[in-house]
């Protein structure tokens, strides 16, 4: 089972039910935090990880999209780890404890600062990669797990993600 805190503007696109965080069970690796912005005329969604702050920005999201999330986001997700170097296990193993996913509201102020963050450095980035079509951005996706963040000790989402998946 996978947490996704949305924010309101990613309830009010997707009209996801609203479910309480769970105490039992709820384990920050398989924690996401979700908000949506705009870069033009289009929607975006960011998704981050709670523990690892790695992330996945969909550029061009429409509601159709939201329709069936958890395969588009488990999908990209995967794309964008394989993209990145995990190995096959890795990527499984990281996977596997997402089969199903509870929609929450935010809960942790420090996350969405991270994800802010990001969101500005999207913004800048995704010029190069404009005019398309794609959803993911899989180069945009790399960039932004390469970039620092603070709050984590490793420094890069992409190590802490290592990291975390190593203490599995």
Known sequence: MAVIACTKKVFDLSNFPVSPIPEVGYRPLNSWHAHLFKVGRKN????MNDLTRYQVVLYGVRKEHVKDF??????NLEIVLRADQFTDQEVNLFLSNMDKLIFTKTHNRSILGS???????TQHWIEEYLPTDELNIVDLNIMLNDSVILKLAEGYPRLALKNALLDM
């Open 70 to 75: 958890q395969h588009l986001f488990l999908k």
């Open 44 to 47: 975006c969604v960011m998704i």
């Open 115 to 121: 994800l802010n963050d990001q969101i500005f450095l």
